[in-house]
């Protein structure tokens, strides 16, 4: 099991510092835990979790070593930071920031090839749920991604983000499933996942984890939702 926290656009690095601070002294059971703050904030969490079994990710990477990309930042300038790895494709990415299969993919191999493990995020939209089209969005999605060691795949349903809407844990297993007979890694869910929904969800046979962005913000939420994913 896997819990990570996206923080997206929160924590700057004095609060980014104090959360890591409070983070390695929280009981947060027994499943590897990994925060990923802005770019920003990368260097004071990565200091004040050194030593301890937590992961840093960033939010995203870029596919080039260096170069002319204006307001990008490259796997190797993470790996100096003493990044552990990275999220590459989120839904916010791919919705407001133009993000294709395409360029998902030159990200998460350039950052797979750098040593940078990696969360890979796919998920349908709320009219692609509705119109049918689920599996169809997840395949196209997976397509274009191969199997690795440091990959994991993150299923967050668009219209679960930041809702209050959470996948039932039978749409969350079912989905997951797919998932997996897409592509052989292990799938961890995102979409509203708070810490009163966080153990039916991981009971579930094919969900490995979380990936958290509202509730993970706070060291107390973050640290149940670990819990309740420790006890499944
Ligand atoms: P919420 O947990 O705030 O719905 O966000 C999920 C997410 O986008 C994690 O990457």
Redesign the pocket.
């Known amino acids: 099991m896997l819990v990570?926290g996206?923080w997206?656009m929160f924590k700057g690095p004095s609060a980014a510092g104090s959360f890591c601070r409070a983070l390695r002294d929280a009981d947060l059971g027994d499943v590897d835990v990994a925060v990923?703050p802005p770019y920003v904030s990368l260097a004071d969490a990565v200091q004040v979790l050194a030593g301890t079994e937590i992961g840093v990710f960033a939010q995203n990477c870029h596919w080039a070593d260096e170069g002319a990309f204006t307001g990008e930042v490259s796997p190797a300038m993470l790996k100096e930071l003493g990044v552990y790895g990275t999220?590459v494709g989120?839904?916010?990415r791919r919705q407001l920031f133009g993000e294709t299969d395409e360029s998902v993919a030159r990200r998460v191999k350039a950052a797979l090839d750098a040593g940078l493990n990696v969360i890979a995020?796919v998920g349908e939209t709320d009219e692609e749920r509705e119109t049918g089209r689920t599996n169809d969005v997840l395949e196209r999605q997976l397509s274009v991604l191969e199997p690795d060691d440091g990959l994991v795949i993150?299923y967050?349903p668009v219209w679960?983000?930041?809702?209050?809407k959470?996948a039932t844990p039978e749409l969350a297993q079912e989905a997951h499933a797919f998932v997996k007979s897409q592509i052989d890694l292990p799938v961890l869910y995102?979409?509203?996942?708070?810490p009163d929904n966080a153990k039916r969800l991981a009971e579930q046979p094919d969900v490995d984890g979380f990936?958290?962005?509202?509730?993970?913000l706070d060291v107390g939420s973050f640290a149940a939702i670990c819990q309740a994913a420790s006890t499944s």
């Open positions: 990570a996206n997206k990923c999220i989120h839904s916010e995020c993150a967050e679960a983000i930041g809702t209050g959470t995102g979409g509203s996942v708070k990936l958290v962005g509202g509730a993970s």
